[in-house]
C-alpha cells in the first residue's frame, strides 16, 4: 500500500474517532487523533492479522496501552474489517460493545483489555515473553502515551523487556508533549525520552509520527533488531488534522459540540479531498 492510500485511510480513522466521541458526548479525541496515523501503518501495512480470523494463534499482537484512546482503536479496527464503521456511533452508549476502554471478551480484534495507564506495556512484555517460549514467530506491539511513561510500571516492565532480550517486542511512545493537565514538560517531565529507554537497553528510533515514510523505515528497521526490544518515539501532534483541536490540551478529553462536530469534519472533508486531487 503507498502513502497516498495509507493517507486517505488515516483521514477515514480521524473521522471515525471524531464521530465516535460526539455521539458518545465523552471520550478523548486528542491523543486518537495524533496517533491514527501509527494505528493506520500498523494495521494496514505492518501487522499479520486477519479480520476474518481475529484470533489466529499466529498473528501479531497489539496493546493500546493508553486505552483511553480506544476512538482512535476503534476507528481503525473498524477500517480494517473487524466490525462495521456505522458501530462507531454506539461509542460509550448502554449496551454496546465499544465501551470507552478496549474489551479482549467482545470486540474483535483486541488482544488485551487496558485503560489502566503504565500496566499496557507489561501485558505486551508478556505476550512476547510467552512468543518467545513457544518459538513463535509473531511480534508484540503496544502504544504508549508520552504522559503515561511518567508510571513507574512502564519502566519495571522495559527492564524486563530488556533483560529477556525480547526482540519481538515494539513499544511505540505517541509523543505528542501533551497530557490531561497541560505539558508533559510542565506536569512530569519524561524527557529525554530516547535516552532513557536507551538506559533501558532498548535500540531507539526517532521519528515524525505522521510521516509514512519514517514509519516504514522505522518498523523495518525494528525488524532486524537482535537480541533487544525496540522503543519507535514517534513525535505528533495532539488533535491532529482538526483545526480547534491541534496542540490543545484541553482536547484531551472533551467532545465536540454539534457545531464544533461541523467544523471538525469539514476540516477532515478538506483533508480528504486534497488527497483525492493528488
Not at 152 to 180: C, F, P, T, Y
Amino acid at each position: 500500500m503507498n502513502e497516498l492510500e495509507l493517507k486517505k485511510i488515516a483521514c477515514e480513522v480521524r473521522k471515525g474517532i471524531v464521530t465516535a466521541v460526539h455521539s458518545a458526548k465523552a471520550g478523548h479525541p486528542g491523543g486518537s487523533l495524533s496517533a491514527a496515523d501509527i494505528y493506520t501503518y500498523l494495521y494496514f501495512e505492518e501487522m499479520n492479522i486477519d479480520p476474518k480470523n481475529p484470533k489466529n494463534p499466529e498473528r501479531d499482537r497489539f496493546v493500546l496501552s493508553k486505552g483511553h484512546t480506544s476512538p482512535g482503536y476503534y476507528s481503525t479496527l473498524a477500517q480494517r474489517g473487524f466490525f462495521p464503521v456505522e458501530d462507531l456511533k454506539t461509542f460509550r452508549h448502554l449496551g454496546s460493545y465499544l465501551q470507552g476502554h478496549p474489551d479482549m471478551k467482545h470486540i474483535p480484534g483486541v488482544d488485551m483489555s487496558s485503560g489502566s495507564l503504565g500496566q499496557g506495556i507489561s501485558a505486551a512484555v508478556g505476550m512476547a515473553i510467552a512468543g518467545k517460549m513457544k518459538k513463535k514467530d509473531y511480534r508484540v506491539y503496544t502504544l504508549l502515551g508520552d504522559g503515561e511513561i511518567q508510571e513507574g510500571q512502564v519502566w519495571e516492565a522495559s527492564m524486563l523487556a530488556a533483560h529477556r532480550k525480547l526482540d519481538n517486542l515494539v513499544v511505540i511512545v505517541d509523543n505528542n508533549d501533551l497530557q490531561i493537565d497541560g505539558s508533559i514538560k510542565d506536569v512530569n517531565s519524561p524527557y529525554p525520552i530516547d535516552k532513557k529507554f536507551e538506559a533501558f537497553n532498548f535500540h531507539v528510533i526517532n521519528i515524525c509520527g505522521h510521516n509514512f515514510d519514517e514509519l516504514k523505515a522505522a518498523f523495518d528497521e525494528a525488524k532486524t533488531v537482535k537480541g533487544k526490544p525496540t522503543a519507535i518515539i514517534a513525535k505528533t501532534v495532539k488533535g491532529k488534522c482538526v483545526s480547534f483541536m491541534e496542540n490543545k490540551a484541553e482536547w484531551h478529553g472533551a467532545a465536540p459540540n454539534d457545531e464544533q462536530y461541523a467544523v471538525a469534519m469539514a476540516d477532515l472533508e478538506k483533508v480528504g479531498e486534497e488527497l483525492c486531487q493528488k
